[in-house]
């Protein structure tokens, strides 16, 4: 039998317990990353959501975005789920002036693209090569604006005023979403993941 991967999940604000929960119920040692040395014992890592401008300054102040920057050069798999996506992105549009990224997916996200909090939805979406849509949670969601050519789209929205938005891409070992999968117990994107992670 292979042995379950460790999968970190960069544990310095949002929806932690969610994707530890998760990852384990699809077959991944999940643990929590807070700093250089628990970053450079996984073999993969989930960033979540939360607030990308909240995140990168936690991540200067524990010294970790250089490391994330570092490892994901190198080739870590990593999924960012909503401002996770935001932090994977080479560019952002509506971000702080100088926000910088951990980078590595060659898009340009558009941060709180959907809108403000009140401007929550939920929407099925389909995922890749998946038989089934997913059911999408999106906060403050950003969605990818401009996808480079290496870049993979997993999933658009459909219907509405943001009708055609990417909201999943995959770039090599680098898997995005804007929405929140992690909320739904529905554990198909954490799958896809963890499969990346095993080499898939």
């Not at 999940?9 to 929806?15: E, K, Y």
Request: charged share 25%.
């Amino acid at each position: 039998m292979t042995p379950a991967p460790t999968v970190g999940v960069l544990a310095l604000q949002g929806d932690v317990r969610e994707h530890v929960r998760a990852l384990e119920a699809a077959g991944a040692r999940a643990v929590l990353v807070r700093r250089p040395g628990e970053l450079a014992a996984v073999d993969g890592l989930v960033v979540p959501g939360g607030e990308s401008t909240t995140m990168v300054k936690l991540a200067v102040a524990f010294d970790l975005l250089e490391p994330l920057r570092e490892r994901v050069r190198e080739g870590m798999p990593a999924y960012g789920s909503c401002a996770g996506m935001v932090l994977l992105a080479d560019r952002i549009a509506d971000g702080v002036p100088g926000q910088p990224t951990v980078g590595g997916l060659d898009v340009l996200v558009r941060r709180n693209a959907f809108g403000r909090q009140v401007d929550s939805f939920e929407a099925d979406v389909a995922y890749g090569d998946l038989d089934e849509p997913l059911h999408a949670v999106f906060i403050r969601a950003p969605w990818v604006e401009e996808a480079g050519p290496r870049v993979e789209v997993l999933a658009r929205v459909v219907g509405g005023p943001a009708d055609g938005r990417i909201v999943a891409v995959r770039q090599g070992r680098l898997l995005a979403t804007s929405f929140h999968p992690e909320l739904t117990g529905d554990l198909r994107v954490h799958d896809h993941f963890v499969r990346v992670v095993r080499g898939g």
